[in-house]
């Protein structure tokens, strides 16, 4: 079944605690992407990859750190979590605009993970 | 980035047309239109995508003018299970001028009532 995982799921941790959230995916797919859904601000871009070992900055990058070292993976890290990291975070996949026909170029979404930092 | 500007709710009845208009003035040559359909807690799903003129599937239409400064989403019929929020998205996803990021923005909470 083609989908995207993240773990984990829910995690509450200490301010200043590193933490990482996996996520994967095995579609092929060469963008991956993170956001951050906070209530009243929906969806806000964090880091994203166009390939392995090419990631750039979205909206939010602060505080935050991702890597790609296979096309599969996509982790993000939280060096020095603080509570203003406190969110659902999704993780999200697709093919590059030109590798699927017009109208099909969609982002594949992951269930979640519900952070809390105190 | 095209920035994109949807009201911010909506609400309607069952079995009824539900159209939401998206704006988006500073649309590039390259860009598509994209709309994803969120429920709560759930991570977003792919709706429908589209260039120009009207594009139809399974569970959506979505019309743009020959201008493409907008785009309007319509859902048939709607039920209950369509409430939910809906976001408008324009870009061109990577087309290997390199992607830019693509902003959810807020979106539109269509509320369905009985």
């Known amino acids: 079944e083609a989908q995207v995982t993240q773990n984990p799921r829910y995690l509450i941790t200490v301010t200043g605690k590193k933490l990482t959230v996996t996520c994967s995916q095995n579609?092929?797919?060469?963008?991956m992407s993170w956001y951050r859904q906070d209530p009243g601000l929906g969806l806000r871009q964090i880091y994203y990859?166009?390939?392995?070992?090419?990631?750039d900055k979205g909206d939010v990058p602060e505080g935050y750190k991702v890597s790609r070292k296979e096309k599969r993976n996509f982790p993000l890290i939280l060096e020095s979590p603080s509570p203003n990291q406190t969110s659902l975070y999704f993780c999200?996949?697709?093919?590059?605009?030109?590798?699927?026909?017009?109208?099909?170029?969609?982002?594949?979404f992951g269930p979640g993970t519900r952070l809390t930092v105190t | 980035l095209a920035k994109t500007t949807q009201p911010i709710s909506m609400d309607s009845y069952e079995g009824q047309e539900v159209n939401i208009t998206c704006s988006h003035n500073?649309?590039?040559?390259?860009?598509?239109i994209t709309w994803y359909q969120q429920f709560p807690s759930q991570g977003p799903r792919f709706i429908i995508q589209?260039?120009?003129t009207k594009v139809t599937n399974e569970v959506a239409s979505l019309f743009i003018p020959a201008d493409r400064k907008s785009s309007t989403l319509s859902l048939p019929r709607v039920s209950l299970s369509d409430t939910a929020v809906y976001y408008c998205?324009?870009?061109?996803?990577?087309?290997?001028?390199?992607?830019?990021?693509?902003?959810f923005g807020k979106g539109t909470h269509l509320i369905i009532q009985p």
């Open positions: 999200a996949s697709s093919f590059l605009m030109g590798q699927v026909p017009m109208g099909e170029h969609e982002q594949y």
């Open positions: 579609m092929n797919h060469e963008y």
């Open positions: 990859s166009m390939n392995v070992e090419v990631t």
């Open positions: 500073n649309i590039a040559t390259n860009d598509y």
């Open positions: 589209g260039y120009k």
């Open positions: 998205l324009v870009g061109d996803m990577g087309s290997g001028g390199g992607a830019d990021g693509l902003t």
